[in-house]
């Protein structure tokens, strides 16, 4: 079936990417370091697995100088999207954390067709407004003293580094291997953080490898590739609205293993960015 309908098999890959990268709201509230230890720990566990990953497959780990400046950048941004992200998950809960970086669709719907040179398409934005909607429902009060409006605020911020991420990445990943992006990408996020490693307990963080190991690999190496990968099938934009299944698998996976409970205004939010899902999923298959 694949064969004959391979949209329908690229929309499997995509929400299998989603599903691995829906841990990180788990993982994010579950380990109890700081967050730059939490992140450099992620990143250089997931450059050594995806170097290996590049070895074995004999996937060249050149990348042209023309190129480079960019993918340092995007490691930058990999990077600054990561700590915003995973503080806006201490600060509130996985729903809430979740949700909020799920603005980013909207993001990319008004700055693809500036940074690609693609054509504005209407139906991008009003989904993206139907999101943003959702996320107006998270949002206890307008107080900056209550933690989840920073959370939320946080979110936001993470959400537009992120999908300006996504957008120059594009161009190169018809170029280059994902997993040897995601190895550049992970390599200059450890270097950014490593001085961080030096002022913590060394006994802290290997408490809780498990932890570590599981967002290193299932969340990063592997979750974000795939990704990547689905880049190659899709616009961005349609990526970043069809990837707003990932707070919803998050939040289940929040309430299995966490016992965080989302309220109903919440979970009315996530019906409102899950129904911006279906619609473009509909969209674009057809």
Request: aromatic share 12%; proline share 3%.
């Amino acid at each position: 079936m694949n064969a004959k309908n391979p949209h329908f098999s690229h929309l499997l890959e995509i929400n299998l990417a989603m599903l691995f990268i829906s841990t990180s709201g788990a993982l994010g509230r579950y380990i109890l370091l700081s967050v730059p230890v939490t992140i450099a720990t992620r990143a250089i566990l997931s450059f050594g697995i995806l170097l290996l990953y590049c070895k074995f497959k004999g996937f060249s780990l050149k990348v042209e100088d023309k190129d480079l400046p960019m993918v340092i950048f995007a490691g930058f941004l990999m990077g600054l999207h990561w700590i915003t992200y995973f503080y806006a998950l201490q600060m509130s809960n996985v729903a809430i954390g979740m949700l909020s970086l799920f603005t980013y669709p909207v993001w990319t719907a008004l700055l693809e067709p500036v940074v690609l040179k693609t054509k504005f398409q209407k139906i991008h934005l009003l989904l993206g407004a139907l999101v943003l909607c959702g996320i107006y429902f998270l949002i206890p009060d307008f107080n900056l003293e209550n933690s989840y409006t920073i959370a939320i605020g946080m979110g936001v911020f993470s959400a537009l580094v992120y999908a300006f991420r996504n957008l120059i990445m594009k161009p190169k990943v018809g170029k280059y291997n994902g997993s040897l992006l995601m190895s550049y990408q992970t390599g200059i996020v450890g270097v950014m953080l490593l001085p961080a490693l030096f002022f913590t307990n060394l006994n802290e963080v290997l408490s809780q490898w498990e932890a570590l190991v599981t967002l290193a690999l299932l969340t990063t190496a592997i979750g974000h590739t795939l990704f990547l990968l689905s880049l190659k099938h899709f616009t961005v934009t349609t990526a970043s609205i069809l990837s707003s299944a990932q707070p919803v698998y998050g939040i289940i996976i929040g309430m299995i293993f966490l016992s965080e409970f989302p309220s109903w205004s919440t979970v009315f939010g996530g019906v409102l960015i899950l129904t911006a899902v279906v619609v473009e999923s509909v969209r674009t298959y057809r």
